[in-house]
């Protein structure tokens, strides 16, 4: 089972944008998620269409189940 941890944040113009993360260790809490994505906004990290991120708006664990066939 595949796990992607994404993180969910609205820029200053009001876009959502959402980073993924693969793998993601399974003891992650919620405040070590809330404290690196106060960090990625305080230190200007991304931009999308020239406007910063501006709030946290979530986080969230994704599973998927992949099954590849032999073709």
Known sequence: MAKTLELIFTTTAGK????TVDEPRDTV???ELLAGMQAIIAHDV?????SPFGTVKGARIVERNIVEYEV
Not at 16 to 19: E, H, K, P
Not at 46 to 50: K, N, Q
Request: charged letters at 35%; a negative charge; proline letters at 0%.
């Open 16 to 19: 959502d944008v959402t980073l």
């Open 29 to 31: 809490t919620d405040a």
């Open 46 to 50: 991304f931009e999308v269409e020239g």
